[in-house]
């Protein structure tokens, strides 16, 4: 998909769910485009491991995060994981497991998910009916779902716990970390 950094608009360019992105087809696709006088300034994609050998067989790094264009090699062609699916396999992390916090705290952010999801309903508590079954226990095509990442890494969920909350400290750290992944580190 080419879309524009400044307008609204975007074009299928290239579709096949069966053929990995190489070097040389990345390199293709960016040539063709530039060559009906559109500028590739970056390019983004999900972290599968394909990819991951992409940015690698491109030689772009956390601190050299582009390639030369291969069309016009006096520029730079930006290399970007896409940030949606960063905070979604974060989240998906999060519910799967413990996290140590920087602090040492660990803490089970699920069962603490749970918690707060069990005393709003119990409490019949409106702030708290967002947070759906769905959300907690997403399984398979559901967990790339952007919308249940956001409800559950918010503002929203950082405010509902510290309000319903303020005593204990494990709640209080997810609504740090919650807070944090949404308005941004």
Partial sequence: MIRSICGTWKYVYFVDFDKPMTKYLYHEIISDVEQIDMKVLGTTCDQAGENEGLRKSLGATTLKPWSQNPHDPSRKVF????????????????????????????INPKKEFKEIQSYCRANEISEGSFIKDIILDCKSSDRQNVGFMVSLLSTKMANLIRQHFPNDLAKLALADLCEKFHKGF
């Avoid at 994981?81 to 992390?93: C, E, L």
């Fill in 79 to 106: 290399f970007f994981f896409d940030a949606v699916h960063v905070f979604k396999n974060t989240r998906n992390h999060m519910l799967d497991h413990s996290v140590t916090l920087e602090n040492g705290m660990e």
